[in-house]
């Protein structure tokens, strides 16, 4: 069951703060409060979806493709286009930690824009 109140459904409604990397009507991407790496984004749907599971279940075609069309645009906006890696935690035995679906994406690559 999906948690309305958890912390990304708080930043998709703007009622927490996050630093936005970039953002399309299909997902929002923003820095990690704990970084594992160089470089790491964490990218989230719109939309309810608490797994990758879930969210390729449920959410339309449209969204998903937009979802995974804004990891890659993001990707090119960090520069880091080509020299990434991704991860997706599914469940709590995982390490999944935020029940809405999300990526992290990151990379120890030097990069030009700075964020």
């Known amino acids: 069951m999906y948690d309305t109140n958890n912390v990304f459904a708080k930043i998709l409604r703007n009622e927490l703060p996050s630093k936005r990397v970039f953002e399309n009507d299909f997902a929002v991407a923003f820095q990690n409060i704990d970084p594992r790496a160089r470089i790491h984004v964490l990218v989230i749907p719109r939309g309810e979806y608490t797994d990758i599971y879930d969210f390729t279940t449920r959410a339309p075609q449209e969204l998903q493709m937009g979802f995974w069309h804004a990891v890659t645009e993001t990707a090119d906006a960090l520069g880091i286009n080509g020299n990434f890696r991704i991860v997706a935690n599914t469940g709590a035995g995982a390490g999944q ?15 030009e824009k700075d964020f």
């Open 97 to 111: 930690s935020v029940f809405h679906f999300h990526v992290h994406l990151m990379s120890d690559a030097k990069f």
